[in-house]
């Protein structure tokens, strides 16, 4: 059985009042009572995530249809009639919309840490994780709606050519937009988006110009920490995101040049056994050091590189020796509900290694899987799991999703962690939590 949208119903709603026949009295040009439950109950009967965009698009309809019939050949008592009845109408939707985007998404603050003559970088902050979505567009043009920027559409629904949406931590992000102009300016527009549907009412705009040229390499910091004997976390604070790169070779080695770190050889242009490259962001990184001999001395060498290809020609250095044994303990982790919606919820976890964490979400009363069943993703019988993932950590605050839920349903969440060299968190954390009904 075919079910009407929204539009579709407000529209033969339309076409019936605005056809009654005319009263005495001015006053009667409103919705009955009747009609005003009828509204009501068919905007419930739409799905929270859409009955929003739902709710603006008709009212763009109404306001069309009584510009269309104040200008019509019409007698005014039956112009008067009918465009009585829409602004009824119009004055329900409108209280309708201002509910929803009264209680939406709470709006993370957004700041610009730097541009270059092609890239911009930005980083914000959200109290709650789930979605954002922006354009950036050039300075001067009409500013979007919040619907406009998640369909990544600019103010007249042309696609805008620089957008993108990610998912949001209820904690800092960092993000950065390519392809921009040189020596331009430019306005960033921004929404997010909760578990609900709920999106930002107003949009954030943020101006900000490019540079004319770029030629200065990255600036950085690195540190070692963790140290143990076969493994450590390198940090890497830098201005820029991009790319570095590092090699590790025995303390005696003499140091090679910046092209040569980058293509993973030592001085004499020898690949060397520990290299790595990975991508930049413009704050703070964390590499985890794998497969390192105990009782040694190491230097590593570390270079990095802008989107222009500027490499830092002083490679940064860091002294360090491995212990004596090699590391059996494995990551400390703490987790915690953040929120839940019917359909989701939102867990926040502290590590003190970075490396990989494993999940597993099952009904409650079932029994417990063990830490190596949770890291295949399997129950307490070895049978894989709907709702399970990994990822990839951070040795601090993570946050992740839990989707696909059943609303108004009990599970257990049991997390593992794991280091670099495969230490396995043996007791899993398990987080009771009931999904909400409405």
């Known amino acids: 059985m075919k079910t009407l949208n929204l539009k ?39 799905s929270a995530i859409n009955r929003q965009n739902y709710i603006e698009i008709v009212i763009v309809r109404v306001n069309s249809l009584m510009a269309a019939i104040r200008i019509s050949a019409a ?50 902050s959200s109290n709650m994780a ?19 920027i998640r369909s990544w559409f600019d103010n007249a629904w042309n696609t805008a050519s620089v957008r993108w949406n990610f998912n949001l931590m209820s904690w800092v992000n960092n993000f950065n937009a390519t392809w921009l102009s040189p020596g331009s300016n430019y306005t960033l527009y921004f929404v997010a988006e909760d578990s609900n549907g709920n999106i930002s ?36 604070v830098s201005n820029a995101s991009w790319r570095w790169y590092f090699v590790i070779l025995p303390s005696w080695s003499w140091m090679p040049t910046s092209a040569q770190i980058r293509t993973g050889r030592d001085s004499s242009w020898v690949s060397a056994i520990w290299t790595w490259s990975f991508n930049l962001v413009s704050w703070t990184n964390t590499f985890n050091l794998a497969g390192l001999t105990p009782n040694t001395n190491y230097v590593l060498y570390f270079a990095a590189e802008d989107p ?24 400390v982790v703490a987790a915690s509900i953040n929120f839940v919606t019917r359909n989701s919820a939102t867990i926040n976890m502290t590590n003190s290694e970075g ?29 894989m799991v709907s709702l399970r993932w990994s990822f990839n950590t951070t040795s601090w605050v993570n946050a992740f999703n839990v989707t696909w839920l059943n609303q108004y349903t009990s599970y257990v969440l049991y997390i ?7 230490n396995l968190l043996q007791t899993p954390q398990v987080i009771p939590f009931t999904t909400l009904q409405q």
Do not use: C, H
Not at 363 to 378: R, V, Y
């Open 8 to 46: 579709k119903i407000i529209w033969i709603l339309i076409v019936a009042l605005i056809a009654f026949p005319i009263p005495s009295f001015a006053e009667f040009w409103k919705l009955s009572q009747r009609d005003r439950e009828k509204v009501d109950r068919k905007i419930e009967s739409i």
């Open 75 to 124: 007698d005014e008592s039956t112009k008067f009639r009918k465009v009585s009845i829409l602004e009824d109408l119009r004055s329900i939707l409108m209280a309708k919309l201002q509910n929803l985007t009264s209680t939406g998404a709470n709006v993370p603050v957004i700041s610009n840490l730097a541009t270059t003559n092609m890239q911009g970088w930005f980083s914000l």
């Open 130 to 148: 789930w979605k954002w979505y922006y354009v950036i567009l050039p300075s001067g043009s009409g500013a979007p709606t919040s619907a406009q």
């Open 201 to 236: 009412p107003t949009p954030q705009a943020m101006n900000f110009s490019t540079s004319s040229t770029s030629s200065n390499p990255p600036v950085f910091s690195t540190s070692l920490s963790w140290l143990s004997g076969t493994w450590g976390i390198l940090t890497v």
């Open 308 to 331: 222009f290809w500027n490499l830092n020609l002083s490679p940064s250095t860091q002294s360090f020796t491995t212990s004596l044994t090699s590391d059996t303990i494995p990551p």
């Open 355 to 383: 490396w990989k964490w494993y999940y597993v979400a099952l009904p409650s009363g079932s029994s417990a899987p063990t830490a190596a069943q949770i890291k295949a993703w399997t129950d307490s019988g070895w049978n």
């Open 416 to 422: 593992v962690a794991e280091d670099a060299v495969w």
